[in-house]
């Protein structure tokens, strides 16, 4: 299990997220979430890096997704995709990831 911490956010507003990396590792492509998009959009693939590592705190000509908001269109993004598949029980709401 993973603890998503960000120094780099600041103080966190909200609990910080508990991630099963190994559960989404299983049935997932790592490109999914460890991506390198060109200038064309087109997903090259990527290491295993973090995040945080390509996503800074604020958004600039060179990192045009800021690091929170790689997060959430990341997981809810994902999350989202799977429910129209008809794959229940993926977090949405805030506090479904944000457990106090």
Known sequence: MMILNSPELGTHTRALVSFPHDKHADGIDCNRCHHDFDIFGAN??????KCSECHTAKASANNPV????AFHLQCKGCHETMQKKGKTGQPLMCGQCHKK
């Open 44 to 49: 090259k693939g990527g290491d295993a890096r």
């Open 66 to 69: 800021p690091l929170m908001k």
